[in-house]
């Protein structure tokens, strides 16, 4: 569990973050979304402890770390911009933590294969980094990042460099792997859609403060603020499914009573309604 | 129809092709020429160095030498009190360790420059290019009367410190592009990842500095084996480098002797650098190998 109390950050004068607090629970997806210059990124730095906070404590499993360099707070962190060490093949990358961990060549190199296994890309192992194309590099840093067995994993804007197609196949598979492995994961992103169908709770950044805090249905129904609202953009649409009165896409599940099962459309409308429209006709209402 | 449609979209395009392709040719024409004439420029004068260097007897306006001979070669290469190999073995030490102790320092300044921010850092970065504004005969004469105080006038050491200071302004120059432009990226990923700074150091920064750091080292090598009045003042004439022991043949007239040593010099540099690029790969080959052993 990663627990941030009262964290402040100030830059020139600026506050970035401003008495922030958040908690993220263990195991759990937890999204961060807001616009850019929210403060996101920063935040990642604070947990990562790559940028010391000015006042406020980060706590990791209740203790506070804020003393604890960033090298032994076992935080892994998906940059936006993959950061493969360019003199390393794609294995020396992926086992490059286990290596800091002192953990033999052969054995390290074997985890490497198989974490690569695990974001399929099977045979890459020898290949330079500058060989991969963007969504193949992305991959090779998650499987960086899972491969040392973090106690959390911190994706900043993992996805945000890549085609659309792309990025939901990416999406998906983070998703898995979170299933899969049972990392905290942390994702800071400005894009909505992908915070609403990711996270098991959601936070709302503004300004260096926490706006609303909840799981995606509720904060997709009933935003608190103005600016939440509008981060949804004029219409929101996603695709799902509808089982037994429910819709789902990924994550995101919003209660459809009398919808019919299916395939499903989620659509929230500029005046902040929320309605599920089955594929095959039928429909519900739920503002 | 469709026939004389298809060969018109090929004359179209053909003709397309070629008023577009003529600059770019011409460009390429006029590229190859300036590269020919900057090969000449280097490659003429060396010729004629090389020449010089076993020429016996070479009257105006023989086109080629009347005689050849060893005289100047052998002098260079023998050892001893009048001979050129020591001075040359003493230049090559001199050179490394003053490339490699400025490119460290100015690895370091380019860092606190390119990567921190505080108090007084325009003025340090201005401080760094000093150097360059102080003509070299003023700061010899400061330099020599503080090494004397000092007790490193006379010294090899002396030699070292006083040739590093004037190739820093060009080590840190280099360095501080190289730094910014590699940032501090990859270090942060390195660290989230568990890397240690000494790690960070070895595995991710110095290989990131490399083509700068072997910029910075050659250009402070040329820098110093190519000084003369600095050496003779700060050496006080007791550091014979080869710089110290060539001079007085050119201006002596010499010039079987002067090439030989001028020739010794161009290949000794190229040896150097050679052998360093070479090695590089081979750590670099190394480094793979040694996590793909099973």
Not at chain 1, 41 to 63: A, H, K, N, R
Not at chain 2, 140 to 155: D, E, N, P, T
Request: hydrophobic share 50%; glycine share 8%; charged share 15%.
């Amino acid at each position: 569990m990663i627990e941030l109390k009262d964290i402040s950050v100030k830059r020139n004068g600026a506050s970035v973050l401003d008495s922030l607090s958040l908690v993220v629970p263990s195991a759990s997806f937890v999204s961060v979304l807001g616009e850019s210059g929210a403060g996101k990124s920063t935040l990642l730095s604070v947990i990562s402890g790559l940028l010391p906070q000015d006042s406020g404590q980060v706590l990791f499993d209740g203790e506070v770390i804020d003393d604890v360099p960033t090298h032994q707070r076992k935080v892994a962190v998906v940059f936006q911009d993959s950061r493969l060490f360019p003199n390393m093949t794609v294995a020396e990358n992926v086992a490059f933590p286990l290596r800091m961990q002192g953990v033999a060549k052969e054995e390290r190199l074997q985890a490497a294969s198989k974490t690569l296994a695990s974001v399929q890309l099977e045979g890459m192992e020898g290949r330079s980094p500058s060989e991969l194309s963007g969504g193949q590099r992305q991959r090779v840093a998650l499987a960086r990042a899972l491969a040392g067995n973090p106690s959390a994993i911190l994706l900043d804007e993992p996805f945000s460099g890549l085609d659309e197609s792309l990025r939901d196949e990416m999406r998906h598979l983070v998703l898995a792997l979170h299933e899969e492995t049972g990392t905290t994961m942390l994702m800071v992103t400005h894009d909505a859609r992908e915070a609403l169908m990711m996270s098991d709770e959601m936070a709302y950044l503004a300004q260096g403060r926490v706006v609303q805090f909840g799981t995606p249905a509720d904060i997709l129904q009933h935003p608190a603020a103005e600016e939440v609202a509008a981060s949804f953009g004029s219409t929101l649409a996603i695709e799902g499914a509808v089982e037994n009165g429910q819709f789902t896409c990924r994550k995101l599940a919003v209660p459809a009573p009398g919808c019919a099962n299916g395939p499903a459309v989620l659509l929230r409308t500029h005046d902040g309604s929320v309605d599920v429209h089955a594929l095959s006709g039928a429909e519900a209402n739920l503002s | 129809m469709a026939n004389t449609n298809t060969q018109q979209a090929a004359r179209t395009s053909r003709t397309g092709r070629r008023s577009s392709t003529r600059p770019a040719v011409r460009g390429k024409v006029l590229a190859r020429v300036i590269v020919a004439i900057q090969i000449l420029l280097a490659l003429v004068p060396t010729v004629i160095i090389a020449i010089w260097a076993f020429a016996d007897a070479w009257p105006w306006p023989d086109a080629l030498p009347q005689a050849f001979s060893m005289r100047g070669m052998d002098l260079v290469l023998s050892g001893g009190a009048g001979g050129g190999l020591d001075s040359l073995l003493l230049s090559i030490g001199i050179g490394l360790a003053s490339a490699a102790l400025s490119t460290l320092v100015g690895a370091m300044a380019a860092r606190a420059i390119a990567l921190h921010s505080w108090r007084g850092r325009t003025a340090f970065e201005f401080i760094t290019f000093l150097p360059f504004l102080v003509p070299a005969t003023v700061f010899a004469m400061g330099v020599q009367i503080v090494f004397i105080r000092i007790g490193l006038a006379g010294s090899v050491l002396g030699v070292i410190l006083v040739h590093s200071i004037v190739s820093l302004p060009y080590a840190v120059a280099i360095m501080i592009d190289i730094t910014r432009a590699a940032g501090t990226r990859m270090e942060e990923a390195a660290r989230t990842l568990g890397a240690r700074w000494p790690v960070v150091l070895t595995q991710i920064t110095a290989p990131s500095l490399l083509p700068g750091i072997i910029s910075s080292m050659t250009m402070c090598y040329i820098i110093s084996v190519s000084q003369y009045f600095l050496t003779l003042l700060v050496g006080s004439g007791k550091v014979r480098t080869f710089a110290l022991v060539l001079f007085p043949y050119l201006t002596g007239g010499d010039r079987t002797v002067a090439g030989a040593y001028g020739l010794t010099f161009l290949v000794t540099t190229f040896a150097i650098f050679f052998a360093s690029e070479i090695l590089l790969r081979r750590l670099r080959a190394l480094d793979n190998a040694e996590l793909y052993a099973a």
